[in-house]
């Protein structure tokens, strides 16, 4: 079995061009939904619009995926973090230091989800499915990162490619097939977002801008209660509404080099 854990991102995006143009073997592509309410809606109106038909097009088995529930209901990321009464914090918030606290969402939302069709497809130890996963040879270190499970064998066609892609090599691999560049794919509160995608939101999305404020608020009433510190979307150990400024104004400190956007393409899968 040949599938590609599909992100909605750049990297996968291209691995579904060459997937489709017969330049690599995965039939099948996996998206793991985290919830309508939880993707980014520019991901999720790019897989309807261009992702879904394409592959359609040419062939190529396109499945979303979702958390379901033991009683079948669907559970959602955003849906978790906001449940009344929660304490659950699932997503990599910023500590007081700015690091990323320990996170649940990658394997509850995507690997396990992913993990489960698999299964139920047939993967197994014995008989491991091979999994793509689309890292580009400017994103490498994060191969270390990710550890295979018993069920699967990654492969990285991107990087087995000859030459190995870069993202910019996949941006025109898509350009190319007469489809546009997907935005980034991650949660639209995600706290690895950088601060350049933060700031852009804010000036473009202003109403997904301020969901996600709200989402900070709530989570620090609720650890307020718990006489727990703050903790924040992003590293700057301030909430996000004066974190960020909208478009261009850079926050002092902030590297454009910096590539910690770790749910792009599923990284965060690593
Ligand atoms: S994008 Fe961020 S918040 Fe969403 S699943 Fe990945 S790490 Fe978690």
């Known amino acids: 079995m040949n599938v590609f854990s599909y992100g909605g991102g750049v990297q996968s995006t291209a691995a579904l061009v060459l997937a489709a143009t017969g330049r690599i073997d995965f039939p099948v592509f996996l998206f793991a939904n985290v919830g309508d309410d939880s993707e980014d809606p520019a991901t999720l109106d790019y897989l309807e619009q261009y992702a879904k038909p394409y ?30 009464g929660s304490r659950s914090l699932p997503i990599p918030v910023r ?26 497809h047939g993967a197994s130890a014995d008989t491991p499915a091979t999994v793509g996963i689309g890292i580009s040879l400017d994103e490498i270190e994060r191969v270390n990162n990710r550890r295979a499970m018993p069920y699967e064998q990654p492969t990285y066609p991107l990087l087995d490619h000859d030459p190995p892609l870069r ?24 706290p690895f977002r950088r601060p350049s995608t933060w700031a852009e939101t804010r000036r473009d999305r202003p109403e997904l801008f301020a969901r996600a404020c709200a989402l900070e608020d709530l989570l620090n009433a609720r650890r307020g209660v718990l006489g727990k510190d ?8 301030q909430p996000l509404a004066t974190a960020i400024t909208a478009a261009q104004h850079m926050l002092p400190g902030f590297d454009p080099t910096d590539n910690d956007a770790l749910c792009d393409n599923r990284a965060c899968f690593t």
């Not at 979303?64 to 959602?76: A, K, S």
């Not at 690997?111 to 139920?120: E, F, P, S, T």
């Not at 703050?230 to 150990?237: A, D, I």
């Open 95 to 120: 500590m007081s230091n700015g690091a990323p606290g320990t996170r649940s969402c990658t394997a509850d939302f995507k690997i396990r989800v992913i993990g489960k069709w698999l299964k139920a």
């Open 230 to 237: 703050p903790v924040y979307l992003t590293r700057f150990n």
């Open 167 to 190: 993202r910019h090599d996949c941006q025109q691999i898509i350009r190319a097939a007469g489809l546009p560049v997907p935005p980034k794919s991650a949660c639209w509160f995600c």
């Open 55 to 84: 592959a359609a097009l040419h062939g190529i088995q396109l499945h979303e995926l979702h958390r379901v529930r033991r009683d079948g209901t669907r559970e959602t990321l955003y849906g978790r973090l906001t449940r009344p």
